[in-house]
């Protein structure tokens, strides 16, 4: 079964400075997608970014862009700048293609609160 | 707007009652999820809807949990004889179609407490 670990509960990290937060997950299938979700206080679940397994070059969205590390199984977030309105839940998902068989199910992470502080 | 809309926000119920929550998705999006966030906790998947297809119940942890979809439109997660282990906030999200590329869309949630 697919699992997806986030070890880090909560960070904090002053603003305009860079932070990582990680993500692993465990996979036996060769192609998949991988996502970053934010969840502020309103609880509006929101895509920050995806990546496709097949696809070797990082994604990037503005500020913020992953180093996925496919053999490593590891997918993290780079939030560059990070702004006051970044302080949020995140959440690390994988969807395995195999289940696009069945129900396009998102396995998630347990979340990292991140705390941007002025 | 036109996002995902759900209802009530907030839900207060006592132990043993029935509830029911709802879920208005996008317009013209034909898959539609609904999870569950423990506090403190990621998303549990429940129930996928995809068209007129059946829908997938797999995750729904017990027969107390219902949901119904009519058509492409509206959707309805009923939980019976609630639990306090059933608090939690309950999101729907819906997608244009079923896919890792295609993003699905969240509600802002329901948060049920159940006393």
């Known amino acids: 079964a697919q699992t997806v670990t986030q070890s880090q509960p909560e960070m904090s990290v002053q603003e305009a400075e860079t932070v990582t937060l990680s993500c692993t997950y465990d996979t036996s299938e060769n192609n998949y997608y991988l996502f970053w979700y934010k969840q502020p206080p309103s609880r509006q679940m929101i895509l920050v970014i995806r990546q496709e397994a097949y696809k070797q070059q990082n994604a990037t969205e503005n500020r913020f862009s992953v180093n996925f590390q496919k053999a490593a199984k590891s997918f993290s977030l780079k939030i560059s700048d990070s702004q006051l309105g970044d302080t949020a839940m995140y959440f690390c998902?994988?969807?395995?293609?195999?289940?696009?068989?069945?129900?396009?199910?998102?396995?998630w992470g347990a979340g990292t609160k991140l705390i941007i502080k002025p | 707007g036109a996002g995902v809309s759900q209802s009530p926000s907030n839900k207060v119920t006592e132990k043993g009652k029935d509830v029911e929550l709802r879920c208005d998705p996008i317009s013209g999006h034909t898959a539609l999820y609904w999870y569950r966030q423990r506090l403190g906790q990621g998303l549990e998947f429940l129930i996928y809807?995809?068209?007129?297809?059946?829908?997938?119940k797999s995750g729904l942890p017990s027969d107390r949990f219902s949901a119904e979809r009519t058509g492409e439109s509206v959707s309805t997660l009923t939980i019976q004889r609630t639990q306090q282990e059933d608090s939690a906030v309950y999101l729907c999200a819906s997608s244009r179609v079923s896919g890792g590329l295609n993003e699905q869309f969240f509600g802002p949630g329901t948060r049920l407490t159940v006393l």
């Open positions: 809807f995809q068209g007129n297809s059946a829908p997938d």
């Open positions: 998902a994988f969807m395995g293609t195999l289940s696009m068989d069945s129900n396009y199910q998102l396995i």
